[in-house]
């Protein structure tokens, strides 16, 4: 099966900081990984598609890289309303679609 | 507007069963794949399931974890996706999140989410 790990778990960070999150796959995803943002008690939210592409809606401060098996999402400039779990996927295997562990961005 | 209603959820004992409804509006249903997403207490998240539009045969995928005790079904005249959930763990305890995919082509880009209905399982 696949595996999707996440480095971080945790980060502590000040606004305005760069923030970079990394997803690694235990095999090749091509550039099927996408991303999500979690707010506790709340659904999550789509943040990045095939690995760079922002979806509709999302501040530019976002951003993803990577493919194969290497990945990257970065925020430019953290504001404060982006402490939040986030978390990637992969969808290139389509029998099973597991997400990463989480990386939770808390505030310093 | 866009939108998914889950309902459903509740306290079940352990080896009993219940169903999730995922009821969507402001879009076409019947284009959508479907998923389901899980997330235990405190935990990450889980994807449990997708079912695809019938233009791709509703071909219906599972995770492992419920495999063969989960089936995952739609009703498009009422825009209605369910999740049956038989031979209930204590381990399924968890919210349980439906999901749009942002295409009528795509996998894993989950746009449109649900609130969550919890499920409890305990005796």
């Known amino acids: 099966d696949i595996q999707m790990t996440q480095s971080p778990s945790s980060l502590s960070a000040s606004v305005g900081d760069r923030v970079t999150i990394t997803c690694r796959a235990s095999q090749s995803v091509s550039n099927y990984l996408n991303w999500f943002q979690q707010k506790p008690g709340k659904a999550p939210k789509l943040l990045i598609y095939a690995a760079s592409d922002l979806h509709s809606g999302v501040p530019s401060r976002f951003s993803g890289s990577g493919s194969g098996t290497d990945f990257t999402l970065t925020i430019s400039s953290l504001q404060p309303e982006d402490f939040a779990t986030y978390y990637c996927?992969?969808?290139?295997?389509?029998?099973?679609?597991?997400f990463g562990g989480g990386t939770r961005v808390e505030i310093k | 507007e866009v939108q998914l209603v889950e309902s459903g959820g509740g306290l079940v004992q352990p080896g009993r069963s219940l169903r999730l409804s995922c009821t969507a509006s402001g879009f076409t249903f019947g284009d959508y794949t479907m998923s389901w997403v899980r997330q235990a207490p405190g935990k990450g998240l889980e994807w449990v399931s997708f079912i695809r539009s019938k233009a791709y045969g509703g071909a219906t995928q599972y995770a492992a974890s419920v495999s063969g005790r989960f089936t995952v079904s739609r009703d498009d005249s009422r825009s209605i996706a369910y999740l049956q959930m038989n031979s209930l763990k204590t381990e399924d305890t968890a919210v349980y999140y439906c999901?749009?995919?942002?295409?009528?082509?795509?996998?894993?880009?989950?746009?449109?989410w649900g609130q969550g209905t919890m499920v409890t399982v305990s005796s």
């Open positions: 996927l992969q969808s290139y295997i389509t029998s099973a679609l597991p």
């Open positions: 999901s749009r995919e942002r295409t009528t082509v795509s996998t894993g880009a989950f746009d449109i």
